[in-house]
């Protein structure tokens, strides 16, 4: 499975724009990125994923490097609700699989008022 | 819908006890998960199971066992636990067929602490 890097924290000012990198520098044509928050030892929660295009849903985008080496999570107005751990995960898309998610110790964000 | 429970939420054992960890969905998923989650670690996957009456191994497995004779139950058990196993327990569910994003649903997880 492709392994994935991520800064182990950063600090956001409520309001502005979150921008969470992550780089995949050894993913496969197949495999998606996915993004999940863990918020205070809650379970992970799904944000977005993406193959190639950028991605946008009601709480997030998701930018995907041309190469795909590299992503971007961006929460554009983080609240003091968004200060969590956020994981990158890349995986294999499409059916039948067994959906099998490798959390490395992702990004700690902390949004401060 | 309820979506993933798990039961029960805190738990203290003494090495050596043996318990069960009950994880149960009402979203007709056919994929199960049980993951544990060690202070400062992401969390790391113990055994799954694809189907009623399948499961396999994950990253973490020794020391669990799991069976899954119901669709939407998933059990995981601790024949003799030991300090090394005190963590948080996590369950998850899934499926491709009825999510467009193949997301996994957590539960609330299960404290576990084995003096």
């Not at chain 1, 799904?46 to 009601?58: C, R, S």
């Amino acid at each position: 499975d492709a392994k994935t890097t991520q800064p182990p924290s950063m600090d956001c000012a409520e309001g502005r724009a979150a921008n969470l990198p992550c780089n995949h520098s050894t993913i496969s044509g197949n495999e998606y990125v996915y993004w999940y928050r863990q918020i205070h030892s809650q379970g992970p929660q799904y944000i977005i994923h993406g193959l190639k295009n950028n991605e946008t849903n009601e709480m997030a985008s998701l930018i995907i490097t041309e190469d795909r080496k590299s992503s971007t999570l961006i929460l554009p107005h983080a609240t003091l609700r968004d200060t969590a751990v956020y994981y990158c995960i890349v995986r294999p898309g499409g059916f039948h699989n067994t959906d099998k998610l490798i959390f490395g110790t992702g990004t700690r964000l902390q949004v401060f008022p | 819908n309820a979506g993933v429970t798990q039961t029960p939420k805190f738990r203290v054992l003494k090495t050596g006890q043996s318990m069960t960890l009950l994880c149960a969905q009402d979203m007709n998923h056919e994929y199960m998960y049980w993951y544990r989650q060690d202070p400062g670690m992401g969390l790391r996957l113990i055994h799954y199971s694809v189907g009623e009456g399948t499961t396999a191994k994950g990253e973490v497995p020794d020391g669990y066992n799991v069976s899954r004779l119901k669709k939407q139950n998933f059990l995981l058990g601790l024949e003799s636990a030991a300090p090394s196993q005190t963590s948080v327990y996590f369950c998850a569910s899934s499926s491709p067929w009825t999510s467009l994003n193949n997301e996994q649903f957590f539960g609330p997880g299960t404290r576990l602490t084995v003096l």
